[in-house]
């Protein structure tokens, strides 16, 4: 079983950049989507981007396209998103998933299975 762990939240200046890991031990992470979500206080967690198994193929949400960037390193166990341009907007705990093995593109968060238990990033003015 694919257990996810994020890593490189914090805070951050309007118009910084952060780039948060996403490492899965228990398990390869060939053959899965992975996505990227978050959650601001008091609102309902939204997608923000998502990379193929295969062909690297990505999707953005479009309050993050332009600014940020997913990636992975199946080598490495890791998958990435780099995030520019920083708004306070964009301040939410991030949350990296999976959903079942050889799973299609999904931005709907129920369709994935494996969670990690997220990292805040805080965006200051």
């Known amino acids: 079983q694919v257990q996810l762990v994020e890593s490189g939240g914090g805070l951050v200046q309007v118009g910084g950049s952060l780039r948060l890991s996403c490492a899965a031990s228990?398990?390869?992470?060939?053959?899965?989507?992975m996505g990227w979500f978050r959650q601001a206080p008091g609102k309902e967690r939204e997608f923000v981007a998502a990379?193929?198994?295969?062909?690297?193929?990505?999707y953005y949400a479009d309050s993050v396209k332009g600014r940020f960037a997913i990636s992975r390193d199946n080598a490495q166990n890791t998958v990435y998103l780099q995030m520019s341009s920083l708004k306070p907007e964009d301040t939410a705990v991030y949350y990296c998933?999976?959903?079942?093995?050889?799973?299609?593109?999904?931005?709907?968060?129920?369709?994935?299975?494996?969670w990690g238990q997220g990292t805040q990033v805080t965006v200051s003015a």
């Open positions: 228990g398990g390869t992470l060939s053959g899965y989507v």
């Open positions: 990379i193929s198994w295969s062909w690297g193929s990505t």
């Open positions: 998933a999976a959903p079942p093995r050889l799973s299609g593109m999904s931005t709907t968060g129920d369709e994935y299975e494996y």
